[in-house]
């Protein structure tokens, strides 16, 4: 079965500080991968998605990811984080085959510190 | 546009009484509906979902059921609640079939605390 794993529970970064957020997922085929924030007190909304083409995918807020076929990871970065990027981070996984649900990891929660 | 409703917003039942949540979505069709379950670093467990009415798939046996009796409602329902439901519910739709499309948007969730 799919697996989605985030290595960090939580991250406290101070402002300006860079940001990455480790995310492997377990499944061989061909996959799209996603990434979702949860401020606080409002909706999870996606952030960014990988479908194919440039591995490298840029999403809203100044964030990216990198999709490495061959370890397998799908991690985050920003280079200077805001106290806004306050949030819950979940990947996210989905089969590139019909109606699939997304497989998610359990979250990172981001803290940063002015 | 495209919007999901979750209600009630806030829920606290005792152990043992039964439970009905609902999700609607407005501004599409035929979208695939999904139930969430939602703990505090367990990240968020898909429950069921459904690619069209009357079709549930239950991904994680338990206390829960779900139905589709309309094509844009999804509702979570239990016959008697347990302590270890209590929880934050999420209802996401997304559309039919694969391709670029198919990311999955998140309605505002139900707290549901059982006493």
């Known amino acids: 079965a799919q697996s989605v794993s985030q290595h960090n529970h939580h991250v406290i970064l101070s402002e300006a500080a860079s940001l990455e957020l480790g995310c492997n997922y377990s499944y061989g085929g061909t996959v799209n991968l996603f990434w979702y924030v949860q401020y606080p007190g409002q909706h999870l909304q996606l952030l960014l998605k990988y479908f194919s083409g440039d591995p490298l995918v840029k999403g809203i807020k100044g964030f990216e990811a990198e999709f490495i076929k061959s370890k397998f990871s799908f991690n985050l970065r920003k280079p200077s984080v805001q106290w806004s990027d306050t949030a819950e981070y979940f990947c996210a996984v989905r089969l590139n085959s019909g109606n699939t649900p997304l497989v998610f990891g359990k979250g990172t929660r981001l803290s940063v510190i002015a | 546009s495209q919007t999901i409703h979750q209600w009630p917003a806030t829920l606290v039942q005792p152990v043992g009484s039964p439970l009905s949540l609902e999700c609607t979505v407005e501004?599409?069709?035929?979208?695939?509906l999904y139930w969430y379950r939602q703990a505090a670093g367990r990240g968020l467990q898909l429950l069921f979902y459904s690619v069209g009415i009357g079709q549930i798939s239950s991904e994680v046996p338990q206390n829960l059921s779900a139905s589709r009796p309309q094509d844009r409602q999804f509702i979570l329902s239990s016959k008697k609640l347990l302590l270890s439901d209590s929880g934050f519910y999420l209802c996401?739709?997304?559309?039919?079939?694969?391709?670029?499309?198919?990311?999955?948007?998140f309605g505002p969730g139900t707290r549901l605390t059982v006493l």
């Open positions: 501004g599409t069709s035929n979208p695939n």
């Open positions: 996401a739709w997304s559309v039919l079939g694969r391709g670029p499309y198919n990311e999955q948007f």
